[in-house]
């Protein structure tokens, strides 16, 4: 029996000699020790030696998901199977593969050696990767989660892809189908980045998988680099979570890779988890990567909470108040300030002895800035420690221009009571300070310090916040458009009490106020990094809030898109319009793209449009969409003189929307704008009423006189059924690349004649590339007809074509790709068609003709279709089955 055992260990060395060492100990292992008797676990198998058989992710899986039902006795002979005692890749997933291996019976010898190699990756790691790519593709799928994604170089050097594997780790954990899946270039960074998601809010168990289940894998750790977007929802869990200090490292994970954070459903939360946030978003934004905030579904927001997240998007913090959250500061800041210190203590020393020289020689005390100097002296006169803690607490901010106004605003007293918000005034003046006798001066340090004394208390940092959120929220924005560009951004550095009554937040605060004014100059103070896109979604913004934003925005540089969708802004539209007129005046603002959309609009839609214009004209992208009128404001006369009549200056709009409540499209009105929007390139119209026959044709005379730049040109839910010359001059466009008629009832009252003149003027038009047709009745034998597009002596370079929500059945569909092989084999098979957009319509009435159609067009083109149940559709669509 012996002698017997010996010869099969002597074949299987035979038989494995391609493999490395390590491999032949497992198999040696495997072969030797069995569930059934010694030495019988090789019997069945059939060795193919230098192929194995490869596991990939469409093999059955293995080892499978551990079942509840394995025992102990599973367990064990997994144990024995894993080679005698060699760790396992993790704790309870060595059993669940085993017990597995047990229940599935005999496998090839390649799997059952590569199943114990892969329990052993702790062991083994460093001779795995330098396996040849044809053992490690067998192997890759065998893999926990932190094990696959240690292997990508290796994978990488052996020319294999683990795309695969992770869309199979995404559909056994995950269990649904991501949206847009056909548009997933990297399933490894989509299934990682959900991951994270799924742990951090708790939906996700990682004991539910043997492959998540890795004792060296910390989830939140190891998937944090890959995560670009991420969501917080409802309470801000999620911000508590990463806040905390055992998450540190995660959070540093997060700063380099994050760029996308959303906000959605979120509810009123208390003072801690507001600290959380801060904490989250200082290092997220002020000292990390995210480009992009965006805000969803808060019915009834938060005040608090929404200026908080906005302002703190926008860049505006003290850093005080940030780090005070904590019990030591931030570091980041902590570095930036001591550099700044030190510079600024050099400067100072400088200027000290060329006050001195100045002194020497008799220059006039008053005029110099010497006095102040010895001022801020007797203030920071508690040695290099108070000086020190002073910079610590105070925001970031560099020297001003006039160091002497600096200085000597800072010592005036701070009276909260006169603090009341507003605007900056013009007359705001720091002579009249410098011209304060040493007595005046001195008053002001010793109130200084009483302040320094107060803000030490217990409720000093609660008050901050509130402190910090109320300011910026009760700024006065009424003259901001009469200020020039240094005065209109000042307001949202102010951070006046929320009560008149509350505490002084100390000797930052004193110096951040500047004086019984309140005021301290935005242009002087050193912002931190800002976002550059913000997205409102469904969020009520009042009048208070509105004017808050309007703030943040007239500085907010760095911001390139701003999107306000179904806010309820109403009349509160003009104060945004007054940020962003504040923001044009920048000469270095990046602001490129603004979408208005409501549910009802206070103005009318070209008024609005040319008021953002002449606001911001330096827009390349223009949205303005709303979905009824105002009833209220239906006898109010037609726009706003201060619009109506404005010049509207040279535009670089590149790309215009409007979507009209049901308005009268008046192409006098329309335009001024296309005169001053040279550059424009694509235009769309959504549900205008033209007011008479002719109106569409000036449009169209104005588009070639005013925009010869003019690409795309889109029509949606505008009723061009009586316009058929004005739709045929524009398919004969030698300049339009795409054109879209959507439910534009294009074929409601024409004959077979008009149909035939769209094919000939498509086909004689070889600059136009796209055309769609949604939604325009044009059921099978319109859709037959379509085909002759693409015949023989056609010199259309027509490479998308949209026939979705057509009513079109698998019958006429089949016709069509018939006709349209027969095109495309008389013309040798060259043609540009590449394109078919086919949603909602009725292919689901026999499910064998569609899908016949869909392979033989599927061989031509790329086919764009859904499963649309075609029973929903509406009933008017019956007069064209």
Known sequence: ????????????????????????????????????????????????????????????????????????????????????????????????????????????????????????????????????????????????????????????????????????????????????????????????????????????????????????????????????????????????????????????????????????????????????????????????????????????????????????????????????????????????????????????????????????????????????????????????????????????????????????????????????GGCISDQLSCHPVLRKTRRRLKSAVGKKRRCLRRSRGPYADPEDLYDFVFTVAREDNSGLLDKNSATEGENAENWPSSSPGSPCTGHAGCKKRGGSAGIFSLKAAHRFRSVSTLELFSIPLTGETCRTLSNLLSSWVSLENLVLSYNGLGANISCILSGLRALSRHSDCHLRMVRVSDVFSHMPCLELVRCILSAFPQLHTLSVSFDLKNQLEGNRPEGNPSCSEAEIPESCLEQLEIRFPRELLHTAFLLPVLKASRSLQQLSLDSATLPCSQELGLLLEALRECNPNLKKLSFHDVNLAEHQKEVLLLLQDPVLQEITFSFCRLFESSTTEFLSEIINTVKRNSSLKSLKLPGNRLGNHRLVALADIFSEDSSSSLCQLDVSSNCIKPDGLLEFTKKLEGHIQQRGGQIQFTHLRLFQNWLDQDAETAQEALRRLKAVCSVVNDSWDSSQAFADYISVM
């Open 1 to 420: 029996m012996a002698a017997g055992g010996g010869r099969a260990c002597d074949r299987l060395k035979t038989a494995t000699a391609p493999f490395p060492p390590f491999f032949l100990a497992f198999v040696l292992g495997i072969a030797t020790v069995g569930p059934d008797r010694p030495g019988c676990r090789c019997r069945p198998v059939r060795p193919r030696v230098g192929k194995g058989t490869p596991l990939d992710a469409t093999s059955p899986t293995w080892p499978p998901a551990p079942s509840s039902s394995q025992d102990g006795g599973g367990g064990g002979s997994g144990a024995r199977a894993g080679g005698g005692g060699v760790p396992s890749q993790d704790g309870g997933g060595a059993a669940a593969l085993s017990g597995a291996m047990a229940a599935e019976g005999p496998r090839s010898l390649f799997a059952l050696s590569a199943a114990a190699v892969s329990r052993s990756m702790g062991a083994l790691e460093r001779d795995v990767w330098a396996l040849p790519g044809h053992l490690l593709r067998g192997l890759l799928p065998l893999l926990t989660v932190f094990r696959l994604e240690r292997a990508e170089g290796a994978a990488r050097r052996a020319g294999l892809s683990t795309q695969p594997i992770w869309r199979k780790l995404w559909d056994d954990v995950m269990k649904t189908r991501p949206p847009n899946s056909e548009n997933i270039t990297c399933w490894r960074k989509k299934f990682l980045e959900t991951f994270f998601s799924n742990v951090l809010h708790g939906v996700l168990d990682v004991s539910s998988d043997w492959r998540l289940n890795d004792h060296h894998f910390s989830p939140l750790l190891h998937s944090s680099p890959h995560v670009s977007q991420l969501t917080l929802c409802n309470m801000l869990q999620g911000a508590v979570e990463l806040a905390a200090e055992h998450n540190q490292k995660v959070l540093e994970n997060l700063a380099g890779s994050l760029r996308i954070l959303k906000f959605q459903h979120l509810l009123s939360s208390d003072q801690s988890i507001r600290r959380s946030l801060v904490l989250l978003l200082h290092r997220l934004i002020h000292h990390g990567s995210v480009s992009q905030v965006s805000m969803y579904s808060w019915p009834v927001p938060d005040t608090v909470l929404l200026v908080l997240i906005l302002s703190m998007s926008a860049g505006f913090w003290r850093s005080g108040n940030a780090l005070a959250y904590h019990s030591s500061p931030c570091g980041l800041c902590r570095e930036e300030d001591k550099a700044q210190s030190q510079k600024s203590a050099q400067e100072q020393a400088e200027s000290g002895r060329y006050d001195e020289k100045e002194w020497s020689n008799g220059e006039n005390q008053k005029g110099s800035p010497r006095a102040p100097e010895e001022a801020g002296a007797e203030v920071n006169g508690h040695g290099a420690d108070a000086c020190l803690n002073s910079v610590l607490s105070r925001p970031r901010s560099p020297p001003l221009r006039n160091q002497a106004c600096e200085e000597a605003s800072s010592k005036v007293p701070c009276d909260h009571t006169s603090i009341q």
